[in-house]
Every structure is written in C-alpha cells, then in structure tokens.
C-alpha cells in the first residue's frame, strides 16, 4: 500500500507529532505509515482523512502486489 500521507503534512505544514497528537497515535506510529512499515486501520485512516479533508482513496491506495 502506499500512501501520500507525508505530502499532505508538508502541504499543512504540519509535523509528524502534531498529526499523531490529533489522531491520538505516537510520532512513531506516523513514521511507520509513511515509510509504508504499517498500514493504519481503517478507523486510523478515516482520522488522517478527516485531519486532511480528504477522502481516504486519495491518501492511500493499493499496489499491485498488494
């Protein structure tokens, strides 16, 4: 899976501890989805959605081997 999620937060001028302090992760755990180490839950993806005002399929998509 892969996802813009990185570029949202630069467009927002946000951080990856601000970002998790509004969803109610750790700064890790945001690292970890932009890396692609960790695919977020789908009530985790709809948090990022809502932060972003974007639909989750414009934040994250499937690969071909996914």
Do not use: C
């Not at 951080?15 to 692609?36: F, P």
């Amino acid at each position: 899976m892969k996802n813009n999620v990185r570029v949202e937060r630069a467009i927002h001028h946000m951080t990856q501890a601000q970002l998790a302090e509004r969803i109610g992760v750790s700064r890790q755990t945001i690292n970890a989805i932009e890396s692609g180490k960790y695919v977020p839950s789908t009530v985790l993806a709809l948090k990022i959605s809502v932060v972003f005002n974007k639909p989750v399929n414009e934040l994250f998509s499937l690969e071909e081997q996914d």
